[in-house]
Nanobody, 119 residues
Framework: QVQLVESGGGLVQPGGSLRLSCEAS????????MGWYRQAPGKERDMVATITTGGTTNYASSLKDRFTISRDNAESTMYLQMNSLKPEDTAVYYC?????????????WGLGTQVTVSS
């Protein structure tokens, strides 16, 4: 199993920045890719950014100019640097990991961290 714990959320004013962290534990060597997703009230959960073990990144097109995903494999931690935050970025942000054990793929989720952008 893989456990994911997010941190770093909070209340920030428009234009501000936040850095989210996701710490993975458990069978971390099975992880192939990790990512950040977010879900605003009344909306579906959407992909924010993903990163593979090799460092290949993918972003939601509307966010790539303001958000940066990174990963410290040695510390099993993933980050999301969010700049120039807007009220519409308000959401619960979830950490996601995809792992493969044998020929079986697994998907893991953290419990989420709330990000609120408001003046």
């Amino acid at each position: 199993q893989v456990q994911l714990v997010e941190s770093g959320g909070g209340l920030v004013q428009p234009g501000g920045s936040l850095r989210l962290s996701c710490e993975a534990s458990g069978n971390i060597f099975s992880i192939n890719a990790m990512g950040w997703y977010r879900q605003a009230p009344g909306k579906e959960r959407d992909m924010v950014a993903t990163i593979t073990t090799g460092g290949t990144t993918n972003y939601a097109s509307s966010l790539k100019d303001r958000f940066t995903i990174s990963r410290d494999n040695a510390e099993s931690t993933m980050y999301l640097q969010m700049n120039s935050l807007k009220p519409e970025d308000t959401a619960v942000y979830y950490c996601n990991a995809l792992s493969e054990i044998g020929l079986t793929e697994f998907e893991w989720w953290g419990l989420g961290t709330q990000v609120t952008v408001s003046s």
